[in-house]
């Protein structure tokens, strides 16, 4: 993950560019994860993620993670991709967000599609029990 200096240098230094994706300017600097993922080991970038996460994943989710890694790839010249986590999709979510939402991860990273984000589910773990100490 990047280190809040950096995520702040990367908006900072580019905030021209930032600013002429609408509202991301408000919510890139507290995008909930970007990550850069590099080569073990010439620690080269390979490539940034952008993700969302919510208990329930609405549309709201599915736009800034998309336009999070919109920022990413403009700015840093990597391939960049939006993820949104959550336990559940909004099932009221509508059907042209329900779209941008694919569930395969491979054919979701050699499509590059704009605007598609991967939902990644998270265990709802709440009611399970907590393990003895």
């Given amino acids: ?29 507290t995008g909930d994860i970007i990550a850069e993922a590099s080569n073990r080991r010439s620690r080269d970038t390979v490539f940034y993620i952008a993700v969302e996460a919510s208990y329930t994943v609405n549309a709201d989710d599915v736009i800034r993670a998309s336009d999070h890694a919109k920022i990413l790839q403009a700015v840093t010249g990597h391939d ?21 939402i694919t569930y395969d ?11 598609v984000v991967f939902w990644f589910q998270l265990a709802d773990r709440s009611l399970e029990p907590l393990p003895p100490r």
């Fill in 80 to 100: 960049a991709f939006a993820i949104v986590s959550g336990v559940e999709v909004n099932p009221d979510i509508g059907d042209e967000y329900r779209r941008r």
């Fill in 105 to 115: 991860l491979a054919e979701y990273m050699e499509s590059a599609q704009d605007g």
């Fill in 1 to 29: 993950m990047l280190t809040q200096v950096e995520y702040d240098d990367l908006f900072d230094d580019n905030l021209v560019l930032v600013e002429t994706e609408g509202n991301v300017s408000e919510t890139f600097p």
